[in-house]
Nanobody, 128 residues
Framework: QSQLVESGGGLVQPGGSLRLSCAAS????????VGWFRQAPGKEREGVSCINNSGLSTHYADSVKGRFTISRDHAKNTVYLQMNNLNVEDTAVYYC?????????????????????WGQGTQVTVAS
């Protein structure tokens, strides 16, 4: 059973927006860096955006810079990914993951090895 639960995925037209949520059910996210990864059909899973435990440091893949925003709400034990101006290339299963902050956030976001907790994923489909 996943200890992270993603929500907010769905079908959206190009140019539209979605907000993904990642909630932890059995532990507090306060002490963990959290990342959003995605896997499109036929492609490897890639890091999209990550945030450190304080929320003061973030990283974005070049493909989403300026369109996606990651944030966290400690009171709600939730991390969000606001996705604007979506395009068909953003279609993928989106996963959130959490791991101890033991490396710079940009390094963590470039490798899944840093993350020990994973959700089951939520589908995002961008189509007209």
């Amino acid at each position: 059973q996943s200890q992270l639960v993603e929500s907010g995925g769905g079908l959206v037209q190009p140019g539209g927006s979605l907000r993904l949520s990642c909630a932890a059910s059995e532990f507090t996210l306060d002490y963990y860096a959290v990342g959003w990864f995605r896997q499109a059909p036929g492609k490897e899973r890639e890091g999209v955006s990550c945030i450190n435990n304080s929320g003061l440091s973030t990283h974005y893949a070049d493909s989403v810079k300026g369109r996606f925003t990651i944030s966290r709400d400690h009171a709600k034990n939730t991390v969000y990914l606001q996705m604007n101006n979506l395009n068909v290339e953003d279609t993928a299963v989106y996963y959130c993951a959490a791991g101890p902050e033991i490396a710079p956030i940009n390094d963590m976001c470039n490798s899944e090895q840093w993350f020990g907790y994973w959700g089951q994923g939520t589908q995002v489909t961008v189509a007209s």
